[in-house]
């Protein structure tokens, strides 16, 4: 099994461009989240979605969007990249029963906005 | 909203010596769960404490979750530079259980000098 997959690795952007950051579960997961983490510090959530079709914003939502068209995939949408969004993201996705169930993680994609 | 602080963020230790580290909310928790982040790496679920007092140990690795269930903390006996990494507690609030919205604590840095 792949896991979670998020494509690219790496992105230089520069400020005003767009660009779409790609994660896949192949776990048949129902939740999947985005978060971001900035160097030496924790990680923010961002949005979250309960299944296809839901998405719901984390603790900094403002500056991305997100869609749930299947299960597997949970795509993010950066408009108008500005430095501030200079940072790593973490795809990752859990399967929710009646508790929180571990979260799996990606390997990260390491965003530089110039 | 959901408040979690960690400390310390950091901790450099000698080889054989114990770490702590601690995981406060400002709210009563479901349930709690670490990860573990090595340098360059993603995080990686350790574990998940549900019921108050609960102590769960996993070889060397001591987690407890505190009676009011607003605290915890993760214990690591004869520290060894494989333990090296960004230990993070994720919380849900209670009687949200369900709602998957994991937020995550600041993390704690350990460095293990050999």
């Known amino acids: 099994n792949a896991g979670v997959t998020q494509t690219p690795k790496f992105r230089i952007l520069k400020i005003g461009q767009s660009m779409t950051l790609q994660c896949t579960q192949d776990m048949n997961h129902n939740y999947m989240y985005w978060y971001r983490q900035d160097p030496g510090m924790g990680l923010k959530l961002i949005y979250y979605s309960v299944g296809a079709g839901i998405t719901d914003k984390g603790e900094v939502p403002n500056g991305y969007n997100v869609s749930r068209s299947t299960t597997e995939d949970f795509p993010l949408r950066l408009e108008l990249a500005a430095p501030s969004q200079t940072s790593v993201y973490f795809c990752a996705s859990s399967y929710l029963g009646r508790q929180n169930s571990p979260l799996h993680f990606g390997n990260g994609t390491r965003l530089t906005v110039t | 909203g959901q408040q979690v602080m960690q400390i310390p963020q950091y901790q450099h230790v000698q080889e054989g010596e114990d770490f702590t580290t601690y995981c406060n909310s400002s709210?009563?928790?479901?349930?709690i769960q670490w990860y573990k982040q090595r340098p360059g790496g993603h995080p990686v679920f350790l574990i998940q404490l549900v019921k108050s007092g609960e102590v769960k140990k996993q070889k060397r690795l001591t987690f407890q979750f505190g009676e009011a269930k607003k605290n915890s903390s993760l214990h690591i006996t004869a520290t060894q530079t494989t333990d090296v990494g960004t230990y993070f507690c994720?919380?849900?609030?209670?009687?949200?259980?369900?709602?998957?919205?994991?937020?995550f604590g600041q993390g704690t840095t350990l460095q293990v000098k050999p």
């Open positions: 994720a919380v849900a609030k209670s009687g949200s259980s369900n709602t998957g919205k994991l937020i």
């Open positions: 709210t009563t928790l479901s349930n």
